[in-house]
C-alpha cells in the first residue's frame, strides 16, 4: 500500500517528544527493533516504512507495508547507516501494579537515550523485565533510545515516576525490600552484598552527578573500582550490577 | 596568547584521521580529558583553547593558553554542551614491548568510537592498561573516542595490530599464556573460567559480527544471558569481562 499523507506527518511528528505525546506513537528503527516490537506488540503496529529491499525481511502483513523509495526513507530515517525499515507503533499502556523478575533497575534522571538503551539491552540479556526512570530521564520511546536499546523496551515493564521517592514507595508497596543507590564514593561492596537481588531496586544515576533523588531508607552500594578512577560511564555501572546478578545465578 | 593562523587550521586539521596522521597530533576535548593529558603527557600539549570562563579551570602554563570567544570556540568544538576546553596534543608513542598489568583486552575490528572510548575507561578504573585493536578498529586518537573515553587513552598502553592473528603472536611472545575470543554463542563460562584473567588476552569484537579474526590457540568464553537474547552492546561485554576480574580480585 501507499504512505498516506496523515502517515507521512505523523512519521515527521514523531520525531519530537511532543509528537509522540500527542499521537501516543512511537517510531521503531532498524531490523532488531521492529523484529523485537512484533514479537511482543504485534497488534501495536500501526504501519511500517521499508525500503523495496527490505520488503521481504519481516513477517508482516502486506496491508502493514508501505514501500518507499530509498531517498524517500532517508528523508525518515535518524541514522546514517539505516537498515532500511522504521516501524510506527503505539506506545503499550504502562504495565500492572505487579513487579516481575528478581530485581528492579532503576534510573535517576538518566538523560543519555544511549545510555538508557543500552541499560535495556542489558536487563533484558540478564532476564529481567523492570526498568524504572524518574522524571528527567530521557524519554524511553524517542528514536535514540529505541535503537540503542534494540526495540527490547517493548519487552520490559517501563514505568516512570515524578521522584526517586515516588518509585521507591511505589517499590515497598508492590515487594520490594531493599533500595540500592548506586554511589561511586562509598558503600557496600556490590560483589558481597547479599541482599542486592532479592527483590531489591537498585537506582543508578546520570552522570556526571550521579543519583541526585533521595530516599531515607536507601542503602548505598559502590563497584569497586581498583585503578583509583573517578567514575565509569552509567550504562556501564548499570550493567556491571546487572551481570552480576547472572553471576550469582549460574555460578 | 593569541591563537595564530597555524593552530587554526591545526585544529581544524585534526578532525579527520588524516589530518591526525599528518602531524601526529589530536583534540581532546573536555575537562576531564584534559586533566588526564596533563597528568599523563604534559610534555605532549601544544597548546589548548579556552573559552573565557574556563582559563582559570586547568592548571596550565600560560604560554600553553589561548583564550576565544565562545562563538569561535563552538567552531573547533566536537560536542554541543561542549565544556569550553580543547588542548591539542602530540599522540603518545608506541608503549614499549612489556606487557603491563594481569590481562590484555583486545578489540577486533571495533568500528564505533563511543565503545572504543567506553571499554577504555572501564578498563582504566578496573586498574588494568593494555587495549590492543586491529587495524578496521575506529581510531582510539579521534575526538570522540577520546571524549567517550574522557582521554584515558593517555594513561594507557594503546596497540595497534595489522591483524588478530598478530595480535596473538606479539601476546604471545610477551608472555600472554592463553587467548580468549568473546563468544555469543559458545565457550566456557566467563564467571568460572580459571584462567580468564592471569596474563591472558581476551578479545572482543564489534557489533554486530562479533569478533572477525580468528587464531588457532583461542578458546572461546561466553556471558551467560539467562534472557535468551542474541547478545549485548560490544561495550558493555567488555566491561561484564573486565570487571569480573576486578571482583576476583576484591571478594
Known amino acids: 500500500m501507499e504512505l498516506t499523507r496523515k502517515e507521512t506527518s505523523l512519521l515527521r511528528a514523531l520525531a519530537t517528544r511532543a509528537g509522540r505525546k500527542k499521537s501516543g506513537c512511537c517510531r521503531c528503527e532498524g531490523l532488531r527493533a ?21 520488503q521481504s525481511a519481516v513477517d508482516f502483513p502486506e496491508e502493514l507495508l508501505r514501500i518507499v523509495p530509498e531517498k ?5 530515517s535518524g541514522t546514517v547507516n539505516s537498515q532500511g525499515i522504521i516501524a510506527v507503533a503505539g506506545i503499550p499502556d504502562a504495565p500492572a501494579g505487579e513487579i516481575a523478575g528478581e530485581f528492579v533497575l532503576a534510573v535517576d534522571q538518566l538523560g543519555d537515550p544511549g545510555n538508557f538503551g543500552t541499560i ?9 523485565k523492570e526498568l524504572w526512570y524518574t522524571k528527567g530521564s530521557v524519554d524511553p520511546w524517542g528514536d535514540k533510545a529505541i535503537r540503542s536499546g534494540m526495540g527490547v523496551q517493548f519487552s520490559m515493564n517501563l514505568r516512570r515516576f515524578d521522584s526517586l521517592a515516588d518509585m521507591a514507595e511505589f517499590g515497598k508497596k508492590h515487594g520490594i525490600k531493599n533500595v540500592f543507590i548506586a554511589d561511586p564514593h ?5 560483589f558481597t552484598c547479599d541482599s542486592l537481588f532479592d527483590r531489591a531496586m537498585i537506582v543508578i544515576g546520570g552522570e556526571p552527578n550521579g543519583v541526585r533523588g533521595s530516599y531515607p531508607e536507601a542503602r548505598r552500594v559502590i563497584i569497586p573500582m581498583p585503578g583509583n578512577y573517578e567514575s565509569i560511564n552509567a550504562a556501564q555501572a548499570a550493567t556491571v550490577l546487572i551481570f552480576e546478578s547472572v553471576r550469582r545465578k549460574v555460578m
Chains 1, 2 share one sequence.
Do not use: D
Open 120 to 128: 535495556a539491552r542489558s536487563l533484558r540479556a540478564a532476564g529481567q
Open 72 to 76: 524517500l526513507f532517508e528523508e525518515f
Open 186 to 190: 562509598q558503600g557496600e561492596n556490590c
Open 34 to 54: 521492529v523484529r523485537e516490537l512484533f514479537a511482543n506488540h504485534p497488534e501495536k503496529i500501526q504501519f511500517a516504512v521499508v525500503t523495496p529491499e527490505m
